[in-house]
């Protein structure tokens, strides 16, 4: 993800946002693999302690793409130092955690992003728009499973697989993502009852999970994720079903979308000019790559730092982020306890 | 289904099977009615009661395709009679029910078939085989979902809408299939943690359920149905994710079956010559229909009757008809208790 | 394709058709043979010698399924005696036979078909009506091709394969399906460019074709056969692009059709009770398979010889057959003059 | 093109290749329009005479994105002095003029590429290794269509629909990416029989195109190109069959290959760690957009530049894009001639 933020922030100095990004610092925990990365990717400084750019008061935008163990004290410390922060998801390893972070950021008053930068795929934003203008009628079904298969043959010293980094494993890596777009596309869940298991032998974290869902208005879903469908490489799929038409989306394909009227699915390629974000790029029918969504991520953060729309109505705020660990979590004690949970928020 | 059994028993006369039907006679609660089937699609007799039937000495096998509410009492005369049976699912309106037409069947000491005839596409039987020869190592996550779209704009005087003669919604007729699937392809469900929902105002019966599941052997899945997704028309979809490969099948598409090893999906056009089925039919390439199935189901029947293989090695026998019957209760249990329930059997 | 007829003959008794034919007999040459098919497929007599078929009064419709050199013969005979006949396509070995058969048939009135049965698969049916009611507008492009791989491994010793029984190889077998696909979606071809290549050694018939074809009104198209393209069973794909629109369709996806408006694709499963011959069959999303094209081809003669539409007005007539032969040997023609050549035809 | 050349040599000052590009100039002929375009897209100067910059010791690489009438007089000066060479395809306006850019260039032993960025798209550069690696066997088979559907409402004032500029209409714009393709996946084009179209009143350069083609080797193929393809936005698909194997590509589906063994097709996503170009960027199952394709291109060619691998192994060079013109103007002849027509090379 260094990677990837590091990329968009470049490119978004050449896109119509209201602000040009510049790269003051990168640090990260050894000297070397940090000068490198600052080098390649494009920033002035390379650093080993995130303290030195809390306290540096050229930047006005720190972005956490560490491992999620790190997500805490140092958002909290650059929110403090009045710096508006995006963080990868999941917020923190906790929803405790979470909503700790959440509440430090609204304290401080700075703009806050949690990293689902699924909401800034075209085809999804598409989705949102479709919703809102009520051309699937009322939703009555949302289902969603992310598979990968890449957990068979993985690595075990990964910080992915440690349970003190990662907190949980396919539920906070992939079924977060699934359970952002939930919330953002249909609304708040309002129960779960779910299973949770680890299959490979020696194993801390999940690889896979199952859960049922209802959500506040009633109606219902489904939620899967697994690090072991063999075959899948990062099949983020997902359906909504209204009263008045459907659609469908696959990350592995994410310039398209299948939508339906009463009738039939309809293929969209994603690219007319009228399309969410296509102002950016190219011409119809010229796709876009992964890469872009975390350019539209960071350009809706920056619109919002300059105050464009006041916050950042498309999130995910750190709200979202606490609230999908809230849903998170009531995944976990329905696995755990055998019976449908409620999902219920501090406040 | 009438006319599709019909259709089938006919081409059995025509095909490399043990035995040749005679259609001896066909029942229905209209003289009319029956007296145009009868003349259409074939049979010598056309009678308004059902009991001829089971009183007429020249009829060895009883096919019951009537209204779920109409199972029970004839399915049990004819075994009692000694003749050969195939009932449509879902078996009984209660799993109790189901026990006691299996029961009866058993000690008839005739062959039963409860009619699940997706176990009959040759896709479907491909997965089986693949499955047993271990192609796709151990079995870890099983998916389903079957939508259709017709329950928006359909008519609320259908004998499916009425309690009394359906038992259920789209669990009963589409949720069954795929709980039949799941067991015939991967083993016996445990445990289900279930929403079930009835969307549309005044219906009495479900059109939607989502049910998170365990496996005997501890592995997860998902199924669903619903008669309200748009643009679905008769989408039964399953994946089965194994730790060597997966398969994915679409009943829209039911010559084709997606295969994957350890990398990726392969296309495989089930149509050739060693396929299951097969050799009853045509060229590579030239698919085959729904209709199929059926004559693919009642050929097994024929020849577990002519004593070929005992008993019918493939079923759907009437103790899957009630194993099945017992997951859906425990479904309906688990979204009124609001907790994951045990599958128990009677014995 | 005997068995394929057969069967159909079979199934069209119990249809809702105006003729419910009768299978008198069935001819071949090994008498064995020819009496294990009468038996299996349900004929009432097997003959060796068709002459006997051609005398015999009770029979009016003679169907020929048998290789490319011995339809002229029989065909002509069965005219003469006042039979109705379905004759396999290619008609004749050559244009001018195709033209002969024509003649004798129309001389001898009598309806005559030739076997372009996927003029009666539902979607290319459906592609017809859209054409002639103008939602496409003006069509502007055609392209199909039709591929096979089983020539790369095929038995050298197949009547197919050689010259004096099959006339052609792919041009023959699979091109001229496509040609009168053609015909009857666009209109008459006018000219075609075109290389005709027998690949693997040894071989006698061509083994691939391409072919740069206009149309009368001046618009272009493509067309291609090939028994050796791996991973093809039977693709035979066309693609008609309008003003207004454009469909796509795939014989391996026979119950499907992509049609464009002028935005995007739509995908139709075409099982709706309103789609063509979908009246004789299954709800929606229960899909036909090949074999049932070739009962609606029969049954669309049974309507003809009942007299229901005076000719048979989707034909394909044996002046479809002739038409078609004239575009093949226009191809042939070009191929080897290396210039562009006019379909002429004979009158 | 200017946006993503600009995009994608400023992307290669951070990604792993042998030289920076320092983004010097960029000129136009509206004075304003280069600013605006020189401050978004980080140019340090916006000139309007390219002969400034032909003038300008700092600039190593000239790269011309200019409509098709103005490619030959500042390529042909840029070489002479000196500078590396990107053109945008189509080369010359004609297949002479585009000889005499070639030749100017070898003169001037400078690199230079023609814009084929369809050859850096990953998935076809793993056909091209597929094929050099025989894993497909000998090519039998080549197809391709270039389908978009902008033609219908275009406005008729754009440079693309004007002859003196653009030289021809979706031959040059579209045919000339597929004969690229053609050539450099499976070898040098002997023969064309073809037909070209203006479809659109008052259009004064081609709309449509279709071709029959033979190669070198004897092999068949056919190419087409349309503007007017209804629900085609971007449809660049190409198939190779060869003995042992076939791949089938989609433009809009960049990231994907469809690869056939001698029984069925896999459908590969070219995102893996070892396919071509990945090493870029993301982890598996991560997209790229179409403007990667312009990187590739760029990147391979300050690798040629910086020595790396003598000339641009991969091209496509100025060479190729004679290559390519020659067989355009191949195909037109032949529309013209009604006869098969040969390609031949000025030498």
């Given amino acids: 993800m260094g990677k990837a933020h590091?990329?968009?922030?470049?490119?978004?100095?050449?896109?119509?946002?209201?602000?040009?990004?510049?790269?003051?610092?990168?640090?990260?925990?050894?000297?070397?693999?940090?000068?490198?990365?600052?080098?390649?990717?494009?920033?002035?400084?390379?650093?080993?302690?995130?303290?030195?750019?809390?306290?540096?008061?050229?930047?006005?935008l720190f972005v956490n793409a560490g491992p999620n163990a790190l997500h805490a004290e140092p958002m909290n410390a650059a929110a403090r130092a009045g710096k508006h922060v995006l963080c990868e998801k999941p917020l923190g390893l906790t929803a405790h955690d979470s909503y700790e972070l959440w509440q430090e950021a609204e304290r401080a008053g700075i703009r806050h992003l949690c990293g689902f930068n699924y909401r800034f795929v075209p085809a999804v934003r598409l989705t949102r728009e479709l919703l809102e203008a009520g051309e699937?009628?009322?939703?009555?079904?949302?289902?969603?499973?992310?598979?990968?298969?890449?957990?068979w043959e993985a690595d075990p010293t990964l910080w992915r697989f440690a349970p003190g980094e990662a907190g949980s494993g396919a539920l906070g890596d992939l079924?977060?993502?699934?359970?952002?777009?939930?919330?953002?596309?249909?609304?708040?869940?309002?129960?779960?009852?779910?299973?949770?298991?680890?299959?490979?032998?020696?194993?801390?974290?999940?690889?896979?999970?199952?859960?049922?869902?209802?959500?506040?208005?009633?109606?219902?879903?489904?939620?899967?994720?697994?690090?072991?469908?063999?075959?899948?490489?990062?099949?983020?799929?997902?359906?909504?079903?209204?009263?008045?038409?459907?659609?469908?989306?696959?990350?592995?394909?994410?310039?398209?979308?299948?939508?339906?009227d009463t009738e039939s699915f309809r293929r969209i390629l994603v690219t007319e000019p009228d399309h969410p974000f296509m102002r950016?790029?190219?011409?119809?029918?010229?796709?876009?790559?992964?890469?872009?969504?975390?350019?539209?991520?960071?350009?809706?953060?920056?619109?919002?730092?300059?105050?464009?729309?006041?916050?950042?109505?498309?999130?995910?705020?750190?709200?979202?982020?606490?609230?999908c660990a809230e849903v998170a979590e009531a995944i976990v004690r329905s696995a755990e306890s055998g019976r449908r949970e409620q999902v219920t928020y501090q406040s």
Same sequence: chains 1, 2, 3, 4.
């Fill in 175 to 260: 079924g977060t993502h699934m359970i952002d777009l939930a919330r953002y596309l249909v609304g708040e869940i309002a129960t779960a009852s779910a299973f949770v298991r680890t299959v490979v032998p020696g194993r801390e974290v999940d690889d896979h999970f199952v859960a049922a869902i209802e959500f506040e208005n009633g109606m219902l879903g489904t939620l899967e994720a697994s690090r072991l469908a063999r075959g899948r490489k990062n099949s983020n799929v997902f359906e909504v079903n209204g009263s008045q038409g459907s659609v469908v989306f696959d990350l592995e394909r994410l310039n398209e979308l299948e939508i339906a």
């Fill in 280 to 323: 950016y790029w190219w011409p119809p029918g010229h796709i876009l790559g992964w890469g872009e969504t975390v350019v539209h991520e960071l350009g809706h953060l920056l619109e919002a730092i300059a105050g464009e729309h006041g916050v950042a109505p498309h999130g995910a705020t750190f709200e979202d982020g606490y609230r």
């Fill in 6 to 60: 590091s990329r968009a922030l470049r490119e978004l100095r050449h896109l119509d946002v209201p602000l040009r990004p510049e790269l003051v610092s990168i640090s990260g925990r050894n000297t070397e693999t940090i000068e490198q990365a600052r080098s390649l990717w494009g920033w002035a400084h390379a650093l080993t302690d995130w303290r030195e750019q809390v306290a540096d008061e050229r930047i006005g």
């Fill in 136 to 151: 699937l009628g009322e939703v009555v079904h949302f289902r969603a499973r992310y598979l990968q298969s890449w957990g």
